[in-house]
Each structure stands twice: as structure tokens, then as C-alpha cells.
């Protein structure tokens, strides 16, 4: 009896088959000794006075002269940058790197983030749960390759890549579409059929095709 290897690992998922269903201060100063005379002349009397008002006076003291205050400084107002938006690789790293972890959750989350896929809450559970169990079956994800990229014009484009499972590879077919700034997923699909990797038939359609 032979026991096809591709029954066993057959495992196929994507989401478009899932969504059909101080100032200074002077310094004192002593005054001098007054000496009153009952004769001194008015011309005296004016002479003194004159002599007390350059003793008082700073500038007489050799005090420097208080300067003008500092302006106060222009404070620039601050401008926060805009975070710029992430390429279609950075998200898919970090994709990975939640499944490696096996915070699955958190993983299609970020990857759906801002899309239509987040509004089918239910697909995106049933695409969580798919996940899981690919897990499960084929073993932890210890890392990824990136095996193609196409670009169509300047807005669109899907990468192929592999996840490393401990007992056996997946493929992972991310596409993403830039409508204005922001690139966003459109589709993903995940599968087994590494043979359509290498341009090889795969040989359950071979069989199919047999007489």
C-alpha cells in the first residue's frame, strides 16, 4: 500500500477563499566730616556740597556702570516628525518574528492592521486558528526566506517567502498594494506545495491527469 507523503502534508489556506465565505547697588559711602563754622561763606557751603555729590556718585567710586539686561531667548517651537510609513519587508520581518515567538495573535494583527482584511474579524480568527495548527503539525517556525519579489508598476506587489518549520516548510504569498502612502495587505495565502517552488509538476495533479 503506498502512503502519499502529499495526502499527509497537504495544507492550503488564504484569505480570498476565506472571505468568499539683579541690578548693581551703589556702593556706601561715608560721608565726610562736617565742620561748621559760624563764619564760613556761602561759597564754602556750595563747595562742600559739590565734593559730597561726586563722593555719593558711582561713578566717582569707580563702579562700573550696571549693564542692560540679556534678552530672553527665542525658544523654537517643536516640531514632532511623523513616523514614515513601513515597507512591505520591515512588516513581513516583523510578522515572522511574532510567529517565532508563537504569539500568533499578535502577529496577524499587526500584520492586518489599517486593511479591509481587519474588518472580516471572523476570517482573520478562522486565518489565527489555521495558523495554529500549521504550527502544531509541521513544527515551530525557527526563521524564514525570502524566495521571490515581483513588483507590478509602483503600487503593487507580492513577495513569496518560506517559513523555516522544524519538521517541514511552509510557503507564504504576501501582497500588498500602496494606494496613496501607506502600503497595506491585500492577500495572503499559505501552503505545502513546494514542488510549484521549483517549476516541478506536483504529483497529485500528475496522478489526476494518469488515464
Not at 513577495?159 to 519538521?167: A, Q
Request: aromatic share 10%; glycine share 4%; with cysteine.
Amino acid at each position: 500500500m503506498e502512503i502519499s507523503l502529499r495526502k499527509l502534508l497537504s495544507y492550503e489556506f488564504d484569505i480570498m477563499t476565506l472571505a468568499r465565505g539683579t541690578p548693581l547697588v551703589g556702593q556706601a559711602c561715608h560721608p565726610p566730616r562736617t565742620v561748621t563754622r559760624m563764619n564760613s561763606s556761602k561759597f564754602s557751603i556750595v563747595t562742600f556740597a559739590f565734593a559730597a555729590a561726586l563722593q555719593i556718585s558711582p561713578a566717582s567710586a569707580g563702579e562700573p556702570a550696571a549693564k542692560p539686561a540679556a534678552p530672553a531667548p527665542v525658544v523654537e517651537p517643536v516640531v514632532v516628525a511623523e513616523p514614515e510609513p513601513e515597507n512591505p519587508e520591515k512588516i513581513i520581518s516583523r510578522f515572522f518574528s511574532y510567529l517565532q515567538r508563537r504569539e500568533v495573535d499578535q502577529a496577524y494583527d499587526q500584520l492586518t492592521r489599517g486593511t479591509k482584511i481587519a474588518e472580516r474579524a471572523e476570517d482573520v480568527r478562522t486565518l489565527k486558528s489555521k495558523t495554529k495548527e500549521a504550527i502544531t503539525v509541521f513544527g515551530p517556525i525557527l526563521g524564514h526566506d525570502l524566495a521571490s519579489k515581483k513588483n507590478v508598476g509602483g503600487r503593487l506587489v507580492s513577495y513569496t517567502l518560506v517559513s523555516l518549520g522544524k519538521e517541514f516548510p511552509l510557503r507564504w504569498r504576501f501582497y500588498f498594494y500602496k494606494p496613496q502612502d501607506t502600503w497595506k495587505l491585500i492577500d495572503l495565502r499559505v501552503d505545502d506545495r513546494l514542488a510549484a517552488m521549483f517549476d516541478e509538476p506536483e504529483e497529485s495533479r500528475a496522478r489526476e491527469e494518469r488515464p
